[in-house]
C-alpha cells in the first residue's frame, strides 16, 4: 500500500516533511499565489474526462492519494486555471498546486493546461504561469511524462499565435515543469530563494551544491531574467504584461544626439571623439529616450554579459502616445557571446511579438580571447545577424560611439542604421588595420583617414542613412 510519503514526483518532489522549503522562504498554495498577484480571478471549467481506476498503471493507492490530496488542498487536481486581470491586462492563469501530489503533472493535469492554453490563443491574450512542481507523476509512468510534449505543443502554438508567455517560478520549480511552463517562456520571473533546477533534491548527485539550484544561481547562470521580491510582484508582472502586449507597425526614430559635438575633422579625430570618456554611453540614451525600461536578462546558455543591455521599455512621441520598444544596447565594451545570444533572444522575441526594436552599436569589436572563442563567438554574432535579417518588425539602429567591425555591424540594421557626430564604423579599428598591413605605428592615423570611418564619410558610402543632432529627429 502506497501513501503520500512515497514519491508522487518524477525528481522525487512531495509535499511532506522531504520536501520542506528552503529557509527562509514560504510555500504558496495555488490560490496564495494567485492572490500575490491579483484579486480579480475567474476560475475556467474543468475539462471532461474521468480518471482511471489507480491510473493508467493501475497503481495500487493512487485513487487514495488522490482522494487525500483533494481533501487536505481543496483542488481537484495540481493546478488551477483561469482568467485574471493584472495590473490592468487581461491574461490566462495557470497557477500550480504542489500540495496536490508534489505538483506533478499527470494525464488530467495535461488536459487542464491544454484547455488554458486553447482559450488564451482564443481569447488573443497573454499567458501567466505560476509554476511549483515537482515534476511528471510517477504512479501515472510515461502517461504523466508525455504531458510535456503535450505542454511543449501547446506553448510552440501560443507563441506562433504571438501571443506572450511569462512564467513565475515558486518553490520549487523542478523537473519537466520547469524543462516547459517555466524555462519555455518569453520572461522567465522567480521569487527569492526559490528551488529552480530540472533535476529535484533527490535525484542530483550526492554533492551536488544546493546553491546552485536557486533562483539566483539561475539568474546568474543566464536562465532567468528576473528575481523579483513577493511585494514587488503584481507591479512588475503587470508592467510587463503591458510592454508585451501592446504590437505597433510604425518603427522606433533615432534618438536624438546627447552630445553637442562638431563633425570630426579626420579619421583619427572621429576615433577619439568616440573613445573619449566624456561620451554619452547607452544608459543614457535610453534613459532619455524611454519613459521606463524593464531588462531582460540571459542567453539561456549559461550566460550573462553586462556590456549588452537588452529589454523592453515605454516611449511617448510627440504626440503623447505611448509605445512599446525592445532595445539592445552595446555598452562600450567588447561584447562577449552570451551578449549576442542575448541580443538575438531579444530580437526574435520583439519581432514575434511585432514590437519595434532599437539598437545602439558602441563597441570596439567582440570579445576575441580564448574564453569567448570557447564560448561560440562566431556562432553567438551569426545569431544577431540572422535574428536582424529575418525580423519582420522594424529595427532601427544608432551608433552611438566605436563600431568595431562584425562585432558591432551584427546589431546595425540595413538601411536604416543612423550615426551620432561623436561616432564611427570601421572595417577594423586603424590599429589592427595598420598591423594587418605591416605599417607602424605612426601611420595609425593616416590608416584611419583611408578608412574612411568618420560619420559623414559613412553617410557618403551609404552605410548610415544620417547624422542625428540634438534635435529628436521624431
Given amino acids: 500500500m502506497t501513501d503520500d510519503r512515497q514519491s508522487v514526483a518524477a525528481d522525487g518532489r512531495q509535499p511532506t516533511e522531504d520536501a520542506r522549503p528552503a529557509a527562509g522562504v514560504r510555500r504558496l498554495t495555488a490560490r496564495e499565489a494567485i492572490g500575490l498577484v491579483t484579486d480579480d480571478f475567474t476560475e475556467l471549467p474543468a475539462p471532461a474526462g474521468e480518471y482511471r481506476t489507480d491510473g493508467p498503471l493501475s497503481w495500487q493507492g493512487y485513487d487514495a492519494s488522490r ?252 504626440t503623447g502616445r505611448t509605445h512599446t520598444v525592445a532595445y539592445a544596447a552595446q555598452t562600450g565594451t567588447p561584447t562577449r557571446p552570451a551578449g549576442y545570444r542575448t541580443a538575438a533572444r531579444l530580437i526574435r522575441l520583439a519581432d514575434r511579438l511585432r514590437i519595434p526594436v532599437l539598437t545602439l552599436v558602441d563597441t570596439p569589436g567582440a570579445a576575441n580571447d580564448a574564453e569567448a572563442e570557447g564560448q561560440g563567438a562566431g556562432a553567438a554574432i551569426a545569431e544577431v545577424f540572422g535574428a536582424v535579417a529575418a525580423a519582420d518588425t522594424p529595427i532601427t539602429t544608432l551608433l552611438i560611439g566605436e563600431g568595431g567591425s562584425g562585432g558591432a555591424l551584427a546589431l546595425a540594421a540595413p538601411a536604416n542604421t543612423w550615426a551620432t557626430p561623436d561616432s564611427y564604423f570601421s572595417v577594423i579599428a586603424p590599429e589592427a588595420a595598420a598591423a594587418i598591413l605591416k605599417r607602424p605605428k605612426e601611420e595609425v592615423r593616416a590608416t584611419a583617414d583611408q578608412l574612411h570611418i568618420r560619420p559623414q564619410d559613412l553617410v557618403d558610402l551609404d552605410v548610415v542613412r544620417g547624422i542625428v543632432d540634438t534635435k529628436d529627429p521624431s
Avoid at 513577493?230 to 552630445?259: F, I, N
Fill in 67 to 318: 482522494v487525500r490530496a483533494a481533501d487536505r488542498t481543496g483542488e481537484a487536481e495540481s493546478v488551477v486555471c483561469g482568467t485574471a486581470t493584472v495590473g490592468g491586462v487581461t491574461a490566462v492563469l495557470i497557477s500550480f498546486e504542489f500540495g496536490f501530489l508534489g505538483g506533478s503533472l499527470g494525464e488530467r493535469t495535461g488536459d487542464r493546461l491544454e484547455a488554458a492554453y486553447t482559450y488564451a490563443r482564443e481569447a488573443r491574450v497573454p499567458l501567466v504561469s505560476l509554476v511549483a512542481t515537482g515534476g511528471s507523476r510517477v504512479q501515472e509512468g510515461m502517461r504523466a511524462l508525455v504531458q510535456l510534449q503535450r505542454v511543449a505543443g501547446q506553448s510552440a502554438r501560443t507563441r506562433q499565435a504571438g501571443l506572450p508567455q511569462i512564467a513565475v517560478l515558486l518553490d520549487p520549480t523542478t523537473g519537466g515543469g520547469w524543462a516547459t511552463l517555466g524555462a519555455g517562456a518569453d520572461v522567465i520571473l522567480a521569487l527569492p530563494g526559490a528551488e529552480v533546477g530540472f533535476a529535484g533534491s533527490r535525484v542530483r548527485p550526492p554533492d551536488a551544491d544546493p546553491a546552485a539550484y536557486t533562483a539566483e544561481a539561475q539568474l546568474a547562470a543566464g536562465a532567468i531574467d528576473a528575481v523579483v521580491p513577493p511585494q514587488e510582484l503584481p507591479r512588475v508582472l503587470g508592467r510587463w504584461l503591458h510592454l508585451l502586449s501592446h504590437p505597433s507597425t510604425e518603427p522606433a526614430p533615432p534618438p536624438a544626439a546627447l552630445a553637442v559635438t562638431d563633425l570630426p575633422a579626420t579619421g583619427w579625430d572621429a576615433v577619439r571623439n568616440a573613445r573619449s570618456p566624456q561620451r554619452p554611453r547607452a544608459t543614457a540614451y535610453l534613459d532619455t529616450y524611454l519613459t521606463h525600461r524593464t531588462p531582460i536578462s540571459g542567453d539561456r546558455c549559461g550566460g550573462t554579459d553586462e556590456g549588452m543591455l537588452c529589454g523592453f521599455g515605454k516611449r511617448t512621441d510627440a
